[in-house]
Nanobody, 119 residues
Framework: QVHLVESGGGLVQAGGSLRLACVGSGFTFSSYVMGWFRQAPGQQRELVAATWSSGKTLYADSPIKARFVISRDDDQRTVYLQMNGPKPEDTAIYYC????????????WGQGTQVTVSS
C-alpha cells in the first residue's frame, strides 16, 4: 500500500526559509515522478514542482523556480521542497504526490502539511 507522509510545515515569516519533506513507502520510489502541490483556501490545487529520478525537474512558473527548490533522495525515499523567501501568497496546504513515470495521473497523495507565511 502506498503511503506518502509530509513533514516540515508550519509558520514562517516572509523572507525566511522552510523545507518540506515527504517520505514514500509501498512502491518503487525511484521509478516514480514525485511532486509537490498546494491548495490555498478557496483555490484549486496546483502543481508547485516535480522531480524525476533522472534529475529532471519541473516548476510551475518562473517565480516559483526562483524561490523554491525541489530535490529527491531515492535511497531515503524522500522528496524535499526547499522554500526560500516565501511570501504570504505561498500560504497553503502543501501536498506530496507520486505517479509512475509515463503515467498521466497523480494517483497517490499525502495528507498535506500546512504552510503559513506571515508578513
Amino acid at each position: 500500500q502506498v503511503h506518502l507522509v509530509e513533514s516540515g510545515g508550519g509558520l514562517v515569516q516572509a523572507g525566511g526559509s522552510l523545507r518540506l519533506a515527504c517520505v514514500g513507502s509501498g512502491f518503487t520510489f525511484s521509478s516514480y515522478v514525485m511532486g509537490w502541490f498546494r491548495q490555498a483556501p478557496g483555490q484549486q490545487r496546483e502543481l508547485v514542482a516535480a522531480t524525476w529520478s533522472s534529475g529532471k525537474t519541473l516548476y510551475a512558473d518562473s517565480p516559483i523556480k526562483a524561490r523554491f527548490v525541489i530535490s529527491r533522495d531515492d535511497d531515503q525515499r524522500t522528496v524535499y521542497l526547499q522554500m526560500n523567501g516565501p511570501k504570504p501568497e505561498d500560504t497553503a496546504i502543501y501536498y506530496c504526490a507520486s505517479r509512475p513515470q509515463g503515467a498521466l495521473n497523480w494517483g497517490n497523495w499525502g495528507q498535506g502539511t500546512q504552510v503559513t507565511v506571515s508578513s
